[in-house]
């Protein structure tokens, strides 16, 4: 797992995107347009404190660093820093811990 030099604020979360399979386990090659409708997945590298939000009240942070987790595909923002590409989204648009 790569360190970053981003710490998500309040109820925020810092994924990695995974890379889309490009090809099915029997090796039949997926396009482009069909990749892009698989789900998004990816990896927490940071997470919030969860207190402080912007309503005004505390949120229990349930993803932790390490997590594998599916994600709302228009959900968050997408950010480059140093040429590495990351998703920083709200904990509420991550819709699944996979494993």
Known sequence: MAQTKI????SYVLIKP???ETKTASGIVI???AQEKQSQMGEVLAVGPGFGSEDG?????IVKVGDKVVYKKWGGNEIKVDGVEYMLMEQKDVMAIVG
């Open 7 to 10: 710490q998500p604020l309040f």
């Open 31 to 33: 396009p482009d347009t």
């Open 18 to 20: 995974l890379q889309a």
């Open 57 to 61: 009240r505390d949120n229990k942070m």
